[in-house]
């Protein structure tokens, strides 16, 4: 099993920026695909970045491309996101999940590979 914890939102001016950091615990996390996805009020959640368990394969949504950044550092079990030029319209719970058992240099953008998710953390970008 994996157990993930979510931290690093808030409040923050459009424009601004907030590094996201997802805390993993379980033997799988190091060959899992991690991924993040959010949810704004009234919306279904949403896919916005992954990354492969080797760490050497990305990808972002159309919507947060050339603003977002996504990491992993497998030796101390933490997945990042970088979130740079925040928009109001970026305002979700985000959440980190795992995908465990998928190739090396897979991303998964759909939800139902993922068998762990965090809490979410409430991420609030002002006008």
């Known amino acids: 099993q994996v157990q993930l914890v979510e931290s690093g939102g808030g409040l923050v001016q459009a424009g601004g920026s907030l590094r996201l950091s997802c805390a993993a615990s379980?033997?799988?996390?190091?060959?899992?695909?991690m991924g993040w996805f959010r949810q704004a009020p009234g919306k279904e959640r949403e896919f916005v970045s992954g990354?492969?368990?080797?760490?050497?394969?990305?990808n972002n949504a159309d919507s947060v491309k050339g603003r977002f950044t996504i990491s992993r550092d497998n030796a101390k079990n933490m997945v990042y996101l970088q979130m740079n030029s925040l928009k109001p319209e970026d305002t979700a719970v985000y959440y980190c999940?795992?995908?465990?058992?998928?190739?090396?240099?897979?991303?998964?953008?759909?939800?139902?590979?993922?068998?762990?998710w965090g809490q979410g953390t409430q991420v609030t970008v002002s006008s």
């Open positions: 999940a795992a995908a465990p058992f998928v190739g090396a240099f897979t991303v998964i953008y759909s939800e139902a590979p993922y068998a762990y």
């Open positions: 379980g033997r799988t996390f190091s060959t899992s695909a």
């Open positions: 990354i492969s368990w080797s760490g050497g394969v990305t």
